[in-house]
Structure formats: structure tokens, C-alpha cells
């Protein structure tokens, strides 16, 4: 059964630094999700991503959060100056036109 | 923005016993998702319900999309040990694309031999 990938599934980091966290959605998917998990509590929604462009971003992602689709398979979120707050769990997820989503095992992201 | 009640917050229950948790919101949803989450990975769909009133199945597992569209209940009938773990519902914001899912605080389940 196909499935969304990510990776790395741990990355550690140093507060100000870049890191880049990657993902495959499932390969007939349109629509293109990152959401993260703070230690304990729910799932948070980040941004949405379609036809190449952003279609919906929340309050958390603002301008140091970017997410990208250089290849007709990987989906990148950047954070370009990590802050210790940043750490979580990131879940990239994908769906068709619907609104049944599926996520990836997600990376987790832990600031120093 | 809109909020996802779910209770209770966690459950404690004997392997095969019947459990079952609800998703109160105070706005109306169009479709109504159940996600379980098992410790350090994602989370994986169970059940999409669509219409109000909608009562659907997957193996042991149903949940009912609530007529007043404004909640939805899981249960899950004879509970094995592989049942642990955290339920999630979660919905589309109901105006706009309308693609960003906002999820409910989670039922943690214990499931005791």
C-alpha cells in the first residue's frame, strides 16, 4: 500500500541553524501537508501546498518556515533559523481531492 | 478558530471490553476524521464520515458523523492489546479551501491484559 515517507526521522540541531526535513507524498496525491506535534500535545496545522504554490499557511508558519516540491517527488519545509521552540514532531501529509489525508512516521525535530 | 473537545481524556478498560469517545465542537463540521496515533509516529486514518448521521464501520471500530453536525462518536468493540494508543478526530475548517485539518486534544487508551 503506498505511503507518505519523511526524512531523517531524528534531526538535532543547534538553535539558529537551518535544517531542512523532507518528504515523499504518495505519488497520485495533489494536495501537500506539514503539520507539527509539540511533545504531549496535538497536532498542529502548518501549511497546505497545491499546484506548486501555497494555498493555506497558519499563525505558526511565518517567514523563518518554507516549503518546497523541486522534483516531481519530494516535499521540503525548511526552517532557516531554528529557535528552541521549533523542536517537535513534523508530519508531512498528502491527499486527493478529498479530505482523507495520510501522514508520514514524521521527523523529529530537536533545537539545542 | 474552532476548537475540538474530545473526551475522555484517557481511558483505562480490560482487554475485550467495548470502549467508546466522542468530539464535541462549537462549530459544524462537514466531514469528521478518526486518526490513531501509536507512540512516536503518525498518525494513521481509521474512519472518514462525511454526512450527518453517517454510521461507519472498519472492522471493530464505528464512528457516527452526529446529526447536528457538530459532533462525532468512536467506538471500538472487543478491545485487544494492540488498541493502545492515542485517538485523534479532526476536521477541515468548514469555510475556505477548507484543507487545513484542526485535530481534537486526543483519547489516550490503555488497553489492560
Known amino acids: 500500500e503506498p505511503e507518505v515517507t519523511q526524512t531523517p526521522s531524528h534531526q538535532v540541531t543547534q538553535m539558529g541553524q537551518e535544517v531542512i526535513l523532507r518528504c515523499v507524498p504518495i505519488?497520485?496525491?495533489?494536495?501537500f501537508y506539514w503539520y507539527r506535534q509539540i511533545l504531549g500535545q496535538k497536532v498542529e496545522f502548518l501549511v497546505s501546498?497545491?499546484?506548486?504554490?501555497?494555498?493555506?499557511k497558519s499563525e505558526i508558519f511565518d517567514d523563518q518556515f518554507s516549503v518546497e516540491r523541486p522534483d516531481g517527488s519530494n516535499f521540503t519545509l525548511k526552517i532557516r533559523s531554528t529557535k528552541l521552540e521549533d523542536s517537535a514532531m513534523y508530519f508531512c501529509?498528502?491527499?486527493?481531492?478529498?479530505?482523507?489525508?495520510?501522514f508520514g512516521p514524521g521527523t523529529r525535530l530537536t533545537v539545542l | 478558530g474552532q476548537q475540538l473537545n474530545q473526551s475522555p481524556q484517557s481511558m483505562f478498560i480490560q482487554e475485550g471490553e467495548d470502549v467508546s469517545m466522542n468530539c464535541t465542537s462549537s462549530?459544524?463540521?462537514?466531514?469528521w476524521l478518526w486518526y490513531k496515533q501509536d507512540p512516536g509516529e503518525g498518525p494513521v486514518l481509521l474512519i472518514a464520515?462525511?454526512?450527518?448521521?453517517e454510521l461507519t464501520s472498519n472492522g471493530r471500530l464505528t464512528a457516527q458523523f452526529g446529526i447536528t453536525r457538530k459532533d462525532s462518536f468512536l467506538n471500538i468493540s472487543a478491545s485487544i492489546p494492540s488498541d493502545v494508543g492515542i485517538y485523534f478526530c479532526?476536521?477541515?475548517?468548514?469555510?475556505?479551501?477548507?484543507?487545513?485539518?484542526?485535530f481534537g486534544s486526543g483519547t489516550q487508551l490503555t488497553v489492560l491484559p
Open positions: 501529509a498528502s491527499s486527493q481531492e478529498g479530505n482523507e489525508q495520510f
Open positions: 505519488s497520485n496525491h495533489l494536495y
Open positions: 501546498f497545491y499546484n506548486n504554490e501555497i494555498s493555506e
Open positions: 462549530s459544524i463540521f462537514n466531514t
Open positions: 464520515l462525511y454526512k450527518a448521521g
Open positions: 479532526a476536521g477541515p475548517k468548514p469555510s475556505g479551501s477548507a484543507r487545513q485539518l484542526t
